[in-house]
């Protein structure tokens, strides 16, 4: 079956700490998106990335970086500047063109200050 | 000003009768898409339902449909026949055809179904 896989379900940062949060699909998406959502509340956009090699920001990249080396997978970095990391973090992918394609979700990562 | 709206903060519904989730939205746009997901406890976004802007009907998947009124810039999700499964929180998102890359999203409405 095709999909969003993220891992680790919850994870723990220390301070000073930085940490990864993996994303990989298999749905041959050509876009891909993260989002932090604190609770209660709804999704913002962190970065997004449309093909390989690039990516730009969102609405709140400060505090957070990302990679693009394959198509299949888009790693979110939480560093140390970002200093309320604790929220849900959410990867998406779409088909890259079209106004009629939806975001396809994962099953989100739990981040959490020690 | 807000590309999504989403006026209702939380809302309760008895099982087995009907719910409206309202949703309105700002774009210039010619063509767009509006989607609505439901985001149970877990976390997992899941993918309801799909209206584009040029549809001329209402879409409907199974228990949902999308009442869309285009002069009115709004996209309400219709949910028959509430089941306690459906208690969740449900978003509206759009995307646009010239700005492609990305999806807004409102700010979402916690359903709450009664036994």
């Known amino acids: 079956d095709g999909g969003i896989t993220q891992s680790p379900k919850y994870l723990f940062r220390k301070e000073g700490q930085n940490v990864t949060l993996s994303c990989e699909q298999n749905?041959?998406?050509?876009?891909m998106y993260w989002y932090r959502q604190d609770p209660g509340q709804g999704l913002r956009l962190i970065y997004y990335s449309q093909i390989v090699n690039d990516f730009q920001k969102g609405d709140i990249a400060e505090g957070y970086s990302v990679s693009r080396e394959k198509k299949e997978s888009f790693p979110l970095t939480v560093t140390s500047a970002q200093k309320n990391p604790t929220a849900f973090y959410l990867c998406?992918?779409?088909?890259?063109?079209?106004?009629?394609?939806?975001?396809?979700f994962g099953d989100g990562t739990r981040l959490s200050i020690l | 000003a807000q590309k999504i709206t989403q006026t209702q903060p939380g809302m309760f519904v008895q099982e087995k009768e009907a719910v409206t989730l309202d949703c309105t939205y700002d774009?210039?746009?010619?063509?767009?898409?509006l989607f609505w997901y439901k985001q149970p406890s877990s976390g997992e976004m899941i993918f309801l339902i799909y209206?584009?802007?040029?549809?001329?009907q209402n879409a409907t998947e199974g228990r949902y449909s999308l009442n869309f009124q285009k002069a009115r810039k709004s996209a309400n999700l219709v949910i028959s026949a509430s089941q306690l499964g459906d208690s969740a929180m449900y978003f509206c998102a759009m995307r646009e055809v010239y700005n492609f890359n990305k999806f807004y999203f409102g700010s979402g409405t916690k359903l709450n179904v009664k036994p």
């Open positions: 998406a992918s779409s088909r890259g063109q079209g106004s009629n394609q939806p975001q396809h």
């Open positions: 749905l041959n998406h050509d876009a």
């Open positions: 774009t210039s746009d010619p063509s767009y898409g």
């Open positions: 209206q584009g802007s040029y549809d001329q």
